[in-house]
């Protein structure tokens, strides 16, 4: 089952950058603009679901203030990540814009797997993955290579 909600989380990402896009066009206004509708409009369904759920509760709200500043950096880096998609896909389309954001993704997950960073459980660099991850990039460069040689 995670591993459907993880392929619908990919169709819902590919879907959200040019619906983003196409309502800063039609607003005739900034990609940024329509970034912060769009996480309006998140933050509103994540809020009524919260709420409804139960999951919303007093107690939440008193443990905010002793976490760490670094653990609210997810809603700035989603923030960017919005930002960037609205921005991004019509400039350089939607699959160069995600083939980049999903080697970025490959390689920080990568790192970030290695060390066991925020707690999460540490798995070890093997080669099986650098050698797929070089494939992959290999894939990338022939894939954009009528671009990069202008």
Same mark, same amino acid.
């Given at each position: 089952?995670?591993?459907?909600?993880?392929?619908?989380?990919?169709?819902?990402?590919?879907?959200?950058?040019? =619906?983003?896009?196409? $309502?800063?066009?039609?607003?005739?206004?900034?990609? /940024?603009?329509?970034?912060?509708?769009?996480?309006?409009?998140?933050?509103?369904?994540?809020?009524?679901?919260?709420?409804?759920?139960?999951?919303?509760?007093?107690? =939440?709200?008193?443990?905010?203030?002793?976490?760490?500043?670094?653990?609210?950096?997810?809603?700035?880096?989603?923030?960017?990540?919005?930002?960037?998609?609205?921005?991004?896909?019509? @400039?350089?389309?939607? /699959?160069?814009?995600?083939? $980049?954001?999903?080697?970025?993704?490959?390689?920080?997950?990568?790192?970030?797997?290695?060390?066991?960073?925020?707690? /999460?459980?540490? @798995?070890? =660099? /093997?080669?099986? @993955?650098?050698?797929?991850?070089?494939? =992959?990039?290999?894939?990338?460069?022939?894939?954009?290579?009528?671009?990069?040689?202008?």
């Amino acid at each position: 089952m995670y591993y459907v909600v993880a392929l619908c989380m990919g169709l819902s990402i590919a879907l959200q950058a040019p =619906i983003n896009a196409a $309502l800063g066009r039609s607003l005739q206004t900034s990609p /940024l603009v329509a970034a912060l509708i769009s996480f309006f409009i998140g933050t509103l369904c994540l809020l009524l679901i919260a709420f409804y759920s139960g999951a919303l509760n007093l107690g =939440i709200f008193q443990a905010l203030g002793t976490q760490n500043w670094w653990k609210f950096l997810g809603g700035v880096l989603g923030a960017f990540f919005v930002f960037g998609t609205t921005l991004l896909a019509p @400039k350089i389309g939607l /699959l160069n814009m995600f083939l $980049l954001v999903l080697f970025g993704q490959l390689i920080t997950s990568l790192l970030l797997d290695s060390i066991g960073a925020f707690g /999460l459980e540490s @798995k070890p =660099i /093997l080669w099986n @993955k650098i050698i797929g991850l070089g494939v =992959i990039l290999i894939g990338l460069f022939v894939f954009f290579y009528r671009e990069i040689r202008g």
